[in-house]
């Protein structure tokens, strides 16, 4: 079976760019599963490379939004993704990452600059309000990952990146409103989304 790099829902197209991930998140949708939304996510023959991802997205204006989100962290393959986001501005299109924030983390030093001009929007899951329960839910293979990812949203803010957290509705008002506190203190806002299962 063809590996799937690229996949269609709605009105956008999704890049999977790896299965790399700096988590194991109880939730994450590729636990136990082969497929999403009837695309087999899995990579058994690699990663595509950035002149395969480009050619299948063509043209990128016939879609909302190109997003990276697949079966893994988009931001372990950070210079392919900028590349691929150079790409579709320059083929009119916009960019988005769905990302655990953990990107600076991975690559050892502060690169939400690097953001700027490249992701047109920058939806960070923040998914709990507190390092424990973080550690709890998304079992990171990385140290300091809750708190790096709040660095790294910090670090967009300030250099004008448009990020937002996300979280899921499911954790309940109380965390909620916790993780609202957050992003006001951070100054970015939360959008409040349902579990994809
Ligand atoms: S960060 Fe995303 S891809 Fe990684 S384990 Fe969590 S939900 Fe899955």
Known sequence: MKDVYTYQIGQNLYINLTNRCTNRCTFCVR????????????????????????????????YEEIVFCGFGEPTCRLEDMFALCDIIHARGGRTR?????????????DVAPRFLGKLDGVNISLNAPTEAEYDALCRPLIPNAFQGMLAFARACKA????????????IGKEKIAACRR???EVGIPLRVRALIE
């Open 31 to 62: 636990n136990g599963k082969e497929t999403y939304e009837g695309y087999p996510l899995w990579l058994h023959g690699g990663e595509g490379t950035v002149e395969q991802i480009a050619a299948e997205i063509g043209d990128p204006t016939r």
């Open 97 to 109: 990452v769905n990302t655990n924030g953990h990107a600076s983390l991975i690559a050892g030093e």
């Open 182 to 184: 957050i992003a006001e």
């Open 159 to 170: 250099c004008g990146v448009c990020a937002w957290f996300s979280v899921v509705d499911c």
